[in-house]
């Protein structure tokens, strides 16, 4: 089987948010997720996707971070589906339908990949707003604007910050987050602050919880703030979004969302192939599992 080293939501190689590929041989079934979790481990990257294909537009995803499987993980669906595009499997102008964990969800690839996102949700739980502070190194937030646990496939807590300058200076106690997110039931923070400089927001995700202190781009969380911003009435129905994410670990990324009249998200970008290469079977598949 082969595997790729993909920058998600970037044109450049060595930008964006790196992910892990897998694609399945033709006819194969899965490996066992202890294999999966050790090859997702190796590669060390936030997630690592495996993919099975069953037609010319309809695939199976499953997601893996080092520590653990994830229901759905947006920069790595970029990175899978702008791969097999390069490679030939998918053609350009194809709507697919992707089954994740998070529900069956369609994709649609042309010169850029864009993925509807699981129904926009707001989650009820409540969030100690003085601790997360503490936690995130943070001063207090735009007043006007709530903290929140938001979900298009993930859910995270969605914290406003006063400036961008402010943003970049945040530095979370990991542990103390890891344990937080465990609390809460919740992926991360997804921490943004608004300018006027024609990006929607700038943003910095964090999910230690998951092995992954900080992430360049982060899909499922921008489609979570696309529907906090809607909710909260700094955008209408129907617009278009870019954030820019990253830049406090100089790979910045622009993710692309689009809210619909209906409500619904959709999130994508353009993605760069670093590496690939082949993957022995025996690993994935030894005889004992």
């Not at 202890?34 to 990257?45: D, I, K, N």
């Not at 702008?82 to 102008?93: F, H, L, P």
């Not at 790979?251 to 590496?275: F, K, N, Q, Y």
Request: proline share 7%; aromatic share 6%.
């Amino acid at each position: 089987m082969k595997y790729f080293i993909v920058d998600a939501f970037t044109t450049q190689p060595f930008g964006g948010n790196p992910a892990g590929v897998v694609l399945l041989d033709p006819g194969s079934d899965f490996p066992s997720p202890r294999a999966m979790q050790l090859l997702a481990a190796e590669f060390r990257y936030s997630e690592t996707a495996f993919v099975k294909q069953h037609s010319d537009n309809e695939f199976t995803v499953r997601y893996f971070t080092p520590c653990g499987e994830v229901d759905l993980c947006g920069h790595a669906t970029i990175a899978t589906f702008g791969t097999m595009r390069r490679q030939g499997i998918i053609a350009k102008g194809t709507t697919c339908l992707n089954h994740t964990l998070a529900g069956d969800l369609k994709v649609k690839v042309d010169g850029k990949v864009m993925m509807e996102m699981a129904v926009p949700q707001v989650i009820d739980t409540p969030v100690d707003v003085e601790r997360l502070h503490r936690i995130m190194g943070a001063d207090k937030g735009p007043t006007h604007l709530p903290v929140m646990v938001v979900s298009t496939g993930l859910p995270d807590i969605i914290m406003p910050v006063e400036s961008v300058d402010r943003l970049n200076n945040l530095a979370p106690d990991m542990d103390a987050l890891a344990q937080m997110s465990k609390e809460l039931g919740v992926t991360g923070v997804h921490a943004f602050a608004i300018e006027d400089d024609g990006y929607t927001a700038h943003a910095r995700n964090f999910g230690p919880l998951y092995g992954v202190p900080e992430e360049s781009a982060t899909g499922t969380a921008n489609g979570a703030l696309t529907h906090y911003l809607h909710h909260c009435g700094i955008i209408s129905r129907p617009a278009q979004c870019r954030f820019l994410q990253g830049e406090a670990m100089n790979r910045p990324s622009v993710v692309e969302t689009t809210l619909c009249p209906d409500g619904t998200v959709w999130v994508g970008g353009d993605c760069a192939i670093v590496a690939a290469g082949n993957i022995d079977t025996p690993i994935l598949y030894p005889k004992n599992n």
